[in-house]
T-cell receptor
Framework: SQTIHQWPATLVQPVGSPLSLECTVE??????LYWYRQAAGRGLQLLFY??????ISSEVPQNLSASRPQDRQFILSSKKLLLSDSGFYLC????????????FGPGTRLTVL | AQSVSQHNHHVILSEAASLELGCNYS??????LFWYVQYPGQHLQLLLK??????LVKGIKGFEAEFIKSKFSFNLRKPSVQWSDTAEYFC???????????FGRGTSLIVHP
C-alpha cells in the first residue's frame, strides 16, 4: 500500500533562517506531488506541484521554492523565512489516472518567530 | 480560473441532527468533485468523490453528496450526525483531464453529544 511521510512534524524557526521540509511517498511510481499551505478558515492554497523529477510548477509567487530530486521525494525550501511563512504545510500525491483524487501527508506545522 | 465556494464556515449541531454542507463551483466544463475530511489530529482524507454516473454518491461513515449540474453544486449530507463527525470538511473540484484541484475554504463542523 502507498504511504506518504512528511518531516519534521513541527518546526520553529527565526525570521531570516532557511527552511527545508521533506515529503516522501512509498508504494507508487511517478506520482504527481503537491505542496499546500493550510491556513485556518482559508482552505488549502496550492503552492507547487510536480509531474516528474525536476519538473516544478509554481502556483503562487512567494518566498518559497520546491524541488523534486527523486521520483518520490518533494522538498519545500526557503532561503530566508518571513513571519508570513508561518502555517501548516501539507504534501499530497496523486496518480495521473486518479481523476484528481489526492492523498495527503500528516503535515508540518511551521512557526516563524 | 475555477473557484469553489463553501457557504457554511462554521456549523454546530447536536447529535442526531441532519447535516447539509453546501459547495458550489464555477467552471463550465466537465469536473470531478470531491469532499475531504480532516478529523482532529488526523490526515486530510477522502470522504467521497464523483466522476460520472449516478449523481448521488455515497461515501464513508454514512455521508452522501449529490451533484446537481444545473446548479454547479455538490452538497454533502448526512441524515444523523454523531459526535465523531466533528471535523473540518473541504470541497474540491478538478476540471476533467486536469490534475490541479481547487479547494473550498472548508467548513468546521462541531457536533455536541
Amino acid at each position: 500500500s502507498q504511504t506518504i511521510h512528511q518531516w519534521p512534524a513541527t518546526l520553529v524557526q527565526p525570521v531570516g533562517s532557511p527552511l527545508s521540509l521533506e515529503c516522501t511517498v512509498e508504494g507508487t511510481s511517478n506520482p504527481n506531488l503537491y505542496w499546500y499551505r493550510q491556513a485556518a478558515g482559508r482552505g488549502l492554497q496550492l503552492l507547487f506541484y510536480s509531474v516528474g523529477i525536476g519538473q516544478i510548477s509554481s502556483e503562487v509567487p512567494q518566498n518559497l521554492s520546491a524541488s523534486r530530486p527523486q521520483d518520490r521525494q518533494f522538498i519545500l525550501s526557503s532561503k530566508k523565512l518571513l513571519l508570513s511563512d508561518s502555517g501548516f504545510y501539507l504534501c499530497a500525491w496523486a496518480t495521473s489516472t486518479s481523476g484528481g483524487t489526492q492523498y495527503f501527508g500528516p503535515g508540518t506545522r511551521l512557526t516563524v518567530l | 480560473a475555477q473557484s469553489v465556494s463553501q457557504h457554511n464556515h462554521h456549523v454546530i449541531l447536536s447529535e442526531a441532527a441532519s447535516l447539509e454542507l453546501g459547495c458550489n463551483y464555477s467552471y463550465g466544463g466537465t469536473v470531478n468533485l470531491f469532499w475531504y475530511v480532516q478529523y482532529p489530529g488526523q490526515h486530510l482524507q477522502l470522504l467521497l468523490k464523483y466522476f460520472s454516473g449516478d449523481p448521488l454518491v455515497k461515501g464513508i461513515k454514512g455521508f452522501e453528496a449529490e451533484f446537481i449540474k444545473s446548479k454547479f453544486s455538490f452538497n454533502l449530507r448526512k441524515p444523523s450526525v454523531q459526535w465523531s463527525d466533528t471535523a473540518e470538511y473541504f470541497c474540491a473540484v478538478t476540471p476533467g483531464g486536469s490534475y490541479i484541484p481547487t479547494f473550498g475554504r472548508g467548513t468546521s463542523l462541531i457536533v455536541h453529544p
